[in-house]
T-cell receptor, first 112, second 111 residues
Framework: DTEVTQTPKHLVMGMTNKKSLKCEQHMGHRAMYWYKQKAKKPPELMFVYSYEKLSINESVPSRFSPECPNSSLLNLHLHALQPEDSALYLCASSQDWSETQYFGPGTRLLVL | RKEVEQDPGPFNVPEGATVAFNCTYSNSASQSFFWYRQDCRKEPKLLMS???SGNEDGRFTAQLNRASQYISLLIRDSKLSDSATYLCVVNLNTGGFKTIFGAGTRLFVKA
């Protein structure tokens, strides 16, 4: 089973809202990732968690706040987003940071 | 210079054709390499890991040349279902873990 699940599939939010994206994997992977993908562009790495610790933050604005409650779950908390934050947000996991990453289906976010 | 560069697309090929994609990376700290495919409005899916010894999976062959910092993907006997965007991916550790995607090469296979 190489499944990574993400909820919700779609999200529309206003600039003053607070929402959270969720990601789950049960493959025993120790690295989990958040990516942002705009249309016709490749995914851009936002955050990496390795063994439940934040290993890298690619200078992402503080309105995005990641959380790793346990080794199977990864959240992305959203607050005061801007319309330019509208994108596909992808979660991925891998056995270890340099190994193959498996992607979830993504959450398509629209900020109004 | 971009850290990972791919051939500009799109590639338009007939069914049955052989097509080759190239990718170069600039950081010698790069440690692992992959090809992913991404269909429209879907998530990236692993196509192949890439090793110096080369690896083959059916119609697909991937190769890594560390000396030239170059990765390739060869698709033989193209099928309509091969139409997708192909993404070159590099993992590196420069004091922190980093995954970099190339911009992707769009492939259209036509009947």
């Amino acid at each position: 089973d190489t499944e990574v699940t993400q909820t919700p599939k779609h999200l529309v939010m206003g600039m003053t809202n607070k929402k959270s994206l969720k990601c789950e994997q049960h493959m025993g992977h120790r690295a989990m990732y958040w990516y942002k993908q705009k249309a016709k562009k490749p995914p851009e790495l936002m955050f990496v968690y390795s063994y439940e610790k934040l290993s890298i933050n690619e200078s992402v604005p503080s309105r995005f706040s990641p959380e790793c409650p346990n080794s199977s779950l990864l959240n992305l908390h959203l607050h005061a987003l801007q319309p330019e934050d509208s994108a596909l947000y992808l979660c991925a996991s891998s056995q270890d940071w340099s190994e193959t990453q498996y992607f979830g289906p993504g959450t398509r976010l629209l900020v109004l | 210079r971009k850290e990972v560069e791919q051939d500009p697309g799109p590639f338009n090929v007939p069914e049955g054709a052989t097509v080759a994609f190239n990718c170069t990376y600039s950081n010698s700290a790069s440690q692992s390499f992959f090809w992913y495919r991404q269909d429209c409005r879907k998530e990236p899916k692993l196509l192949m890991s890439v090793y110096s010894s080369g690896n083959e999976d059916g119609r697909f062959t991937a190769q890594l040349n560390r000396a030239s910092q170059y990765i390739s993907l060869l698709i033989r006997d193209s099928k309509l279902s091969d139409s997708a965007t192909y993404l070159c991916v590099v993992n590196l550790n420069t004091g922190g873990f980093k995954t970099i995607f190339g911009a992707g090469t769009r492939l259209f296979v036509k009947a």
